[in-house]
């Protein structure tokens, strides 16, 4: 039988062909996410968040239970797991599935409910939570940060002398993480990397990874997913927009976040405007391809 982790890089594979980058959607059951105030906190909110985001081209809805802003309050492992798994349970009815936690009871618990993947937020921080993906032969994301979200504090608040090569450290950084989850029996095919932007960064280094997705893609030498949707380190161009009480007013930078990273080789996109960032993608697809005409369109 095939293992979990190929699940998720088919939809991965579906996703390159279709948009040029894959769409990793988001839906967050907390009460606190920065992103969207806990409109996904309730069972039936999280539900049909779930649903709208398949319907919207998602292809793999990425669930949490823990708010990972600046500062936030850690959630422990069992109310993590009441919060999501019913979740997991059915959207991995309707699509591929990966759980947005560094627990490894949580991953254990949403892997056996039918997720396919771990979204792990912490560079492997807890080395149990490598068994458990190796267990379930699921596949890995591994997320670049320096330690708790709790201990951050602010949004993009990082010293500037914090890195001397931001890029070349944040790379050399996940190949160790990598290769301390391959030790505990994580395939290395199964692993794709997350350059964590806002995690142990300011605005400016964020900035920096960001505009160098084409360098990272090719030291890596595996999948990256960038997650720069609705980041305060957006505001950067944006002065106007709220850095912590609106992050939809960061929607068009994350777009154009998204856009610039998919040309630059990243394999999957993770983004709260799944239908937004869809079209972008998919209207410069054609557009590069040399479409003249769409199917279903009109000249009008």
């Given at each position: ?72 309050v850690s959630v422990p492992a069992l109310e993590q797991i009441a919060r999501v798994v019913e979740v997991v349970r059915v959207a991995a009815r309707r699509g591929s599935v990966s759980i947005d936690t560094a627990s490894a009871e949580v991953a254990d618990a949403c892997l056996s409910a039918g997720a396919c993947a771990v979204n792990d937020v912490s560079c492997l921080a807890d080395e149990a939570l490598a068994r458990v993906v190796a267990k379930h032969d ?163």
């Open positions: 039988m095939e293992g979990k982790w190929t699940q998720f890089f088919e939809a991965m594979a579906r996703g390159r062909a279709a948009y040029g980058s894959a769409l990793l959607g988001v839906c967050n059951v907390t009460p606190d996410s920065f992103s969207d105030g806990g409109q996904s906190f309730r069972f039936e909110d999280a539900c049909a968040r779930v649903q709208a985001l398949f319907d919207e081209g998602a292809n793999v809805v990425d669930i949490g239970a823990e708010s990972t802003r600046p500062g936030a699921a596949a890995l994301i591994l997320m670049h940060s320096r330690g708790s979200q709790t201990r951050m504090a602010g949004f993009s608040a990082y010293p500037e002398g914090g890195y001397v090569h931001v890029l070349d450290e944040v790379a050399s950084e996940l190949r160790g993480a990598a290769a301390r989850a391959e030790a505990f029996g994580v395939r290395p095919e199964a692993i794709a990397f997350d350059p964590g932007y806002g995690f142990a960064k300011n605005a400016h280094q964020s900035f920096e990874l960001l505009r160098g997705t084409a360098s990272l893609v090719k030291i890596l030498e595996r999948p990256i997913v960038i997650g720069a949707s609705r980041k305060s380190f957006l505001v950067l161009f944006d002065r106007d927009a709220d850095r912590e009480a609106c992050a939809t007013q960061r929607v068009g930078a994350s777009v154009a976040a998204a856009l610039w990273a998919a040309r630059a080789g990243a394999s999957m996109v993770r983004v709260h405007d799944v239908r937004a960032t869809r079209q972008a993608l998919s209207l410069e697809k054609a557009l590069a391809a040399g479409m003249d005409r769409l199917s279903g369109g009109s000249d009008a």
